[in-house]
């Protein structure tokens, strides 16, 4: 690995491999490339130390943003495996090879990234692991325990977030600030519709229970007026279940609702053209769906939980609750007025331009000045 001194020009901030070997695709990789390419119009140097990576988003950044140089992208499972278990080990290494002054951990390292008296900054996602009982036992509850000691300054993603870890942890809250995730989706305008008969869409996991999934597909089955119109398409979260299957069947609706993945141009295409979005969920950290939903002039439902009137303010349908009944009515408000729905469209049009992979990269690019400037005590 070669060595490297600070840019004059900017604070040299250092990315560990973390959140790059756990993702091929996701919302938090794709986070912090566009934070790395953001960030050097706010006098910051990034360097991201990822030599072997799975991740595709990666290949966008040009080879000068690598520790290095380098930044090789390996498909090899034993590879993958050799590089989970190295990689770790030589990140404080790098730091210290590449002059860094800040590091920020993409994800909630098992080791300390960044050798002692180079501040550490941690992105705090969400607090679902700590509020639902499902995830009881799993790992990530001692790693993000200890990120959030270990960190100098810890950013969160809404002020939801920020506010459910101050009541789990109460000494974060002299070390934390909020700064909004962006979004950002392909131009297909002009680009005609991806499916052949009006549709509603929904987008993400479905297994878990706060995602609500099934209290959406009961609101869809319970409302003819609804079904009788509308297809039903779920993007992502994989293949149906044997079990969701045949909720379908029973239903008589297998004709009607389908699920598929979406690269981003298609997945434009389908937020652009459906009827609306509905986003179920009673807890999440933010709340790209919905954001990226408004971007694309797509009308959205969401319940009013946890982040998502943080992301939606008034340009979103609300259901009181996530009951069916309570969602069914929401979508009947876009879907039977289309004077109501081009209400919505135009709102989160305007709600959506608050929020900038630019303003997120400032705002961000702040903490580190601050940091470097203070030291680690």
């Known amino acids: 690995m070669a060595s490297a001194k600070a840019d004059p020009t900017g604070l040299r901030v250092m990315f560990n491999e973390d959140i790059f070997m756990r993702q091929r695709f996701g919302g938090i990789s794709r986070f912090f490339v566009e934070l790395v390419r953001n960030l050097p119009r706010f006098a910051i140097d990034p360097k991201v130390f990822a030599p072997f990576h799975a991740n595709a988003y990666l290949g966008d950044l040009p080879a000068q943003r690598f520790v290095g140089g380098i930044g090789h992208q390996i498909d090899n499972r034993l590879q993958k495996a050799a590089a989970i278990r190295v990689q770790p080990f030589a990140a404080p290494l790098a730091a210290r090879l590449c002059g860094a002054q800040v590091v920020h951990e993409t994800y909630y390292a098992a080791r300390r990234p960044a050798p002692r008296g180079v501040p550490i900054v941690v992105t705090m996602y969400d607090m679902?692991?700590?509020?639902?009982?499902?995830?009881?036992g799993d790992p990530v509850l001692k790693l993000k325990a200890d990120a959030i000691d270990r960190a100098d300054w810890i950013t969160c993603i809404s002020e939801n977030t920020r506010q459910d870890m101050i009541r789990l942890f109460p000494h974060s809250a002299a070390k934390s600030s909020t700064i909004h995730l962006s979004a950002q989706l392909p131009d297909t305008t002009g680009a005609p519709s991806p499916h052949d008969r009006p549709y509603v869409l929904y987008i993400g996991?479905?297994?878990r229970d706060y995602k609500n999934f099934r209290n959406l597909?009961?609101?869809?089955?319970?409302?003819?007026?609804?079904?009788?119109?509308?297809?039903?398409?779920?993007?992502g979260g994989g293949a149906f279940t044997g079990e969701e299957r045949a909720e379908i069947e029973a239903a008589k609706l297998g004709s009607r609702v389908h699920q598929l993945g979406a690269h981003d141009a298609l997945l434009a295409r389908y937020y652009r053209h459906a009827a609306c979005m509905v986003y179920p969920s009673t807890y999440e950290g933010f709340g790209i769906p919905p954001l990226e939903a408004m971007i694309a002039g797509c009308p959205v439902v969401v319940l009013r939980a946890a982040?998502?009137?943080e992301v939606c303010g008034d340009a979103a349908a609300y259901a009181e609750d996530g009951s069916p009944d309570a969602l069914g009515a929401a979508m009947r408000r876009i879907l039977d007025d289309e004077t109501t729905a081009e209400r919505f469209r135009q709102a989160g049009f305007e709600q959506a331009a608050q929020f900038s992979w630019?303003?997120?990269?400032?705002?961000?690019?702040?903490?580190?000045?601050?940091?470097?400037?203070?030291g680690v005590a």
Do not use: M, Q, W
């Open 358 to 374: 630019e303003r997120c990269a400032r705002e961000t690019a702040e903490v580190y000045h601050r940091l470097a400037e203070k």
């Open 307 to 309: 982040s998502l009137p």
């Open 217 to 235: 597909f009961a609101a869809y089955r319970n409302d003819p007026a609804i079904h009788g119109s509308f297809d039903l398409i779920c993007i």
């Open 128 to 136: 679902i692991h700590e509020l639902d009982d499902s995830f009881a």
């Open 205 to 207: 996991e479905r297994a």
